[in-house]
T-cell receptor
Framework: GDSVTQMEGPVTLSEEAFLTINCTYT??????LFWYVQYPGEGLQLLLK?????DKGSNKGFEATYRKETTSFHLEKGSVQVSDSAVYFC????????????FGKGTMLLVSP | DADVTQTPRNRITKTGKRIMLECSQT?????MYWYRQDPGLGLRLIYY???????NKGEISDGYSVSRQAQAKFSLSLESAIPNQTALYFC??????????????FGEGSRLTVL
């Protein structure tokens, strides 16, 4: 079945450091890919998405590129802030009107001043 | 006010009790979902509904039931709660513009503890 694998956390960084959170996927078709973020005490919210190969999603300084050849969608940010501390979820959805989201297990990011 | 509202936000109950978690939305979306979040396991789909007359099981539906009372309301029930149902539960919605892309809108979560 379809699945998403993320690097385990927590990822601990100092402010202004470069961030990479790895995500790879297995899917039977050609999925759309997502990064969701969950801030402490809140629900998940969409951070960025890409719907086809080679697309780059970006938002709030974060970006991820849909790599079909490596089945990956790694999240990157050039300079993290304390306010980026959260749990990040990679997810996929097959491009069907009846599909649902499959999530990875989440990666906690802790950014210290 | 939140577009997707879950009640209660926190609940502590005992083994064997019946529990209902409620979700209401003002986004006008036709699709609603219930997920459960456990540390180290991510989010897992319990049930989902694509319209008022449609109910589908997710990957972990055993021990749960749902009711879609109206387009805007989707309730999750635990008929006889057990301790391993202790988790954070999320309701989510999606609508016409999100079909085929999978984008969801989440509530703030309901934390359930079963003693």
């Amino acid at each position: 079945g379809d699945s998403v694998t993320q690097m385990e956390g927590p990822v601990t960084l100092s402010e202004e450091a470069f961030l990479t959170i790895n995500c790879t996927y297995t899917a039977t078709g050609y999925p759309s890919l997502f990064w969701y973020v969950q801030y402490p005490g809140e629900g998940l919210q969409l951070l960025l998405k890409a719907t086809k190969a080679d697309d780059k999603g970006s938002n709030k300084g974060f970006e991820a590129t849909y790599r079909k050849e490596t089945t990956s969608f790694h999240l990157e940010k050039g300079s993290v802030q304390v306010s980026d501390s959260a749990v990040y979820f990679c997810a996929l959805s097959l491009n069907s009107g009846y599909s649902t989201l499959t999530f990875g297990k989440g990666t906690m990011l802790l950014v210290s001043p | 006010d939140a577009d997707v509202t879950q009640t209660p936000r926190n609940r502590i109950t005992k083994t064997g009790k019946r529990i209902m978690l409620e979700c209401s939305q003002t986004k006008g979306h036709d699709r609603m979902y219930w997920y459960r979040q456990d540390p180290g396991l991510g989010l897992r789909l319990i049930y989902y509904s694509f319209d008022v007359k449609d109910i589908n099981k997710g990957e972990i539906s055993d021990g749960y039931s749902v009711s879609r009372q109206a387009q805007a309301k989707f309730s999750l029930s635990l008929e006889s709660a057990i301790p391993n149902q202790t988790a954070l539960y999320f309701c989510a919605t999606s609508g016409l513009h999100q079909q085929g892309t999978g984008e969801l809108f989440f509530g703030e979560g309901s934390r359930l503890t079963v003693l």
